[in-house]
């Protein structure tokens, strides 16, 4: 079986083009299937957010689009189009977008 999914196989796309944008949502497609790797795109509406989660390996962050703030501890560091961050596993943390965002989220299992 493949590890892969939701990914074209006979034409290929931009990231950006795999996720949408929806009003007042935040939207999740996965990647893989594999349960040692989870590969993630997300896109956050304006002011959308993902609250405290703590995942079982490092998670990298990879902006597409727009911009997101990853919290954790008492800190916020600001990610931009173009930029990434990692998130070392089992770190409470949260994701908010402040405007329109698309991002690549990658979960490495210990």
């Known amino acids: 079986m493949a590890q892969l ?3 074209p196989i006979e034409r290929a796309k931009s ?3 795999l996720i949408d944008i929806k009003p007042h949502q ?3 497609k996965a990647l893989t ?3 040692d790797t989870s590969v993630v795109l997300m896109a956050f509406s304006d002011f959308e957010n993902v609250s405290e989660e703590e995942y079982y390996g490092d998670t990298l962050y ?3 689009e727009g911009y997101i703030e990853i919290k954790y501890g008492n ?3 600001p ?3 173009g930029e990434v961050i990692m998130v070392p596993s089992h770190v409470l ?3 908010d977008g402040n405007k329109d965002a698309k991002f690549l989220q990658i979960t490495v299992k210990e």
């Open 33 to 35: 299937r594999d349960c």
């Open 79 to 81: 990610v931009n189009k």
């Open 5 to 7: 999914k939701n990914i």
């Open 75 to 77: 800190n916020t560091y």
């Open 26 to 28: 935040v939207v999740s």
């Open 15 to 17: 990231l950006n083009e």
């Open 62 to 64: 990879y902006v597409l």
């Open 93 to 95: 943390h949260s994701v």
